[in-house]
């Protein structure tokens, strides 16, 4: 049994006023192409960023696997040089190596203090920053951050959602995104932000048999290319080549929303974390009654969520 396949839009030649009046207000993901990037789409080469960037310390993640599992933790962090860094995440066997000859490499950048600082491709990489125009498709006060990303080939990320909307922009190599409704939450299998299904390609449907009702959204982005993906909309990125890319991350509700400690930009907002809060301590007090009564009230609970606060105004 395959799972149901939704379109992921794309859009050519999309400005800043079409991209909000048209596409941003239906909330679904979409593909842009056609968006002048600068000069970085034809300039980082694994060259010109080992030499541009040069010998600065980054913090990367190694993992002996293709799926890189956040939850058990499969991979290791390493500070390597950045001009290093580069050349072996373009490789494909390794002659210098932490594990093994073929291990694989990512970067995700981060703040100079990644607990206090965000991370801003502005302040981490200013030189590579000069070649990158980012689509300022918001307001500026919305920024939350820009994150340099860059990745071996072959690797993939686990299935997540951010709160905040991004572009994925796409600048080398090619990836493949699979995205999924967060109306289909219920059926991913969630442990936090992220879900415990890690091949989705082949899950283990003994292990997570409501997987298959989640309606799978999938697209392939080429160098040039811009993913938008609205908050809450979970993804889960393939690099199916070396890759590098930047993610923006900006701000779709008003900044008191937000948790003012979260520098990654995956921290509920601070009403849905006191709502959990609550319904963590009225299911502690559930206990209190025979199974029987906690079962009846339970379902009660549920039924009164749902009349409350699921939606029916959107797809």
Known sequence: ????????ARHSGVGRERFRQDIYPLRKPAVLKGIDLGTCTTKWTVDYLSQTAGTKEVKIHVSTVPQMDFLSKNFVY?????????RRAAEVKHNEYFISEDEKYYLRSLGEDPRKDIA?????????????QIPEYFEKEQFFSSVFRISSAGLQ??????????????????????????????YLYLAGTKSQVLNVDNPDLEKYPLFMKARRYECSLEAGDVLFIPALWF???ISEEFGVGVNVFWKHLPSECYDKTDTYGNKDPTAASRAVQILDRALKTLEE???????????????????????????
């Open 235 to 237: 993804h889960n990125v």
């Open 1 to 8: 049994m395959a799972q149901p396949v939704g379109p992921v």
């Open 120 to 132: 801003d491709i502005r302040k981490q990489f200013p030189s590579l920053a000069e070649d990158i």
């Open 78 to 86: 390493r500070t390597l040089p950045f001009d290093v860094f580069v």
């Open 289 to 315: 009654l025979p199974e029987e009564y906690r079962d009846f009230y339970a379902r009660r609970m549920v039924l009164r969520i749902q009349e409350k606060a699921y939606s029916t105004n959107y797809e």
């Open 157 to 186: 990320l686990w299935t997540h959602y951010d709160i905040m909307d991004n572009f994925l922009i796409q600048i080398t190599g090619k990836k493949r995104v699979i995205l999924y409704n967060p109306r289909d939450a219920p």
